[in-house]
């Protein structure tokens, strides 16, 4: 429990707010990374792609109804101009069996350009029905971009304010550490590397970095110990600081 290394009273409980400026750099990095935009802009964006997927799934259909009714249109003009053709060789006909050929071919022309609207209309309908689809997924998709745009500038101004603070909290840290012994503080960096603590006060013979009552025979040793030893705590693995709270 005992080290070979001695140091101040007073330097060792330099220790404790060398341990607080830690344990505050630790917190504000844990807040920076667990902030609630983070998770919100995660699931975001999950939603983002699978609303992108739909999209295409459904402006391929739009597409494919756009086909089709470019192929009926298509025929609907060839139809017309069948028609126009046929009733002008029949204006121009003085053959009684020519014209009732053509009025035969007309008559099944006119069925099959009305069965060709009757056609082009219902694929209109469903191709206009099919834009208000891609149309509400396009309003969707604006939708969540202005929602991921608010929550990236709420998080950036959280990261800027918590940054400042961190950046305080560092400085503060590398003046402090500073006046601390090299020895003492190798020793504390070592510890809190390994064991995430560095240093531990003791009150009221309960070590605050763990949590744990030291035994009697642990409280005995550290009393018996010079005011300078360094001692460390059989818990935490940290430098065990004594003050006028510790119960000696």
Same mark, same amino acid.
């Given at each position: 429990?005992?080290?070979?290394? $001695?140091?101040?009273?007073?330097?060792q409980a330099l220790l404790l707010d060398l341990q607080a400026f830690d344990?505050?750099?630790?917190?504000?990095?844990?807040?920076?990374?667990?902030?609630?935009?983070?998770?919100?802009? /995660?699931?975001?964006?999950?939603?983002?792609?699978?609303?992108?997927? $739909?999209? %295409?799934?459904? *402006? =391929?259909?739009?597409?494919?109804?756009? %086909?089709?009714?470019?192929?009926?249109?298509?025929?609907?003009?060839?139809?017309?101009?069948?028609?126009? *053709?046929? /009733?002008?060789?029949?204006?121009?006909?003085?053959?009684?069996?020519?014209?009732?050929?053509?009025?035969?071919?007309?008559?099944?022309?006119?069925?099959?350009?009305?069965?060709?609207?009757?056609?082009?209309?219902?694929?209109?309908?469903?191709?206009?029905? @099919?834009?208000?689809?891609?149309?509400?997924?396009?309003?969707?998709?604006?939708?969540?971009?202005?929602?991921?745009?608010?929550?990236?500038?709420?998080?950036?101004?959280? %990261?800027?304010?918590?940054? $400042?603070?961190? &950046?305080?909290?560092? /400085?503060?840290?590398?003046?402090? @550490?500073? $006046?601390?012994? #090299? #020895?003492l503080l190798a020793l504390y960096e070592r510890q809190r590397e390994r064991?995430?603590? =560095?240093?531990? %006060?003791?009150?009221? &013979?309960?070590?605050?970095?763990?949590?744990?009552?030291?035994?009697?025979?642990?409280?005995?040793?550290i009393r018996a110990a010079a005011p300078d030893a360094v001692i460390m705590?059989?818990?935490?693995?940290?430098?065990?600081?004594?003050?006028?709270?510790? &119960?000696?």
């Amino acid at each position: 429990m005992t080290m070979a290394l $001695t140091a101040s009273p007073a330097d060792q409980a330099l220790l404790l707010d060398l341990q607080a400026f830690d344990t505050k750099i630790a917190q504000l990095e844990y807040r920076a990374k667990k902030l609630p935009e983070h998770e919100k802009l /995660t699931e975001l964006k999950q939603h983002r792609d699978k609303l992108q997927l $739909t999209m %295409l799934e459904e *402006r =391929g259909i739009k597409e494919d109804i756009e %086909l089709e009714m470019s192929r009926i249109e298509s025929d609907v003009t060839v139809v017309e101009a069948r028609i126009a *053709r046929d /009733t002008s060789r029949l204006d121009a006909s003085s053959s009684a069996k020519d014209v009732a050929a053509l009025e035969q071919e007309l008559t099944a022309l006119r069925t099959r350009l009305s069965n060709l609207e009757d056609i082009e209309l219902a694929v209109m309908e469903k191709l206009e029905a @099919q834009q208000k689809v891609v149309d509400n997924l396009a309003e969707q998709a604006d939708n969540l971009r202005t929602q991921a745009a608010e929550l990236e500038a709420s998080r950036d101004e959280a %990261l800027v304010v918590i940054e $400042t603070e961190l &950046g305080a909290t560092r /400085t503060g840290r590398t003046a402090l @550490q500073a $006046t601390i012994p #090299d #020895d003492l503080l190798a020793l504390y960096e070592r510890q809190r590397e390994r064991y995430g603590v =560095g240093a531990s %006060l003791l009150r009221g &013979g309960v070590s605050l970095a763990s949590g744990v009552k030291l035994l009697e025979n642990e409280m005995q040793e550290i009393r018996a110990a010079a005011p300078d030893a360094v001692i460390m705590c059989a818990s935490s693995e940290g430098i065990l600081v004594r003050t006028n709270e510790s &119960g000696l």
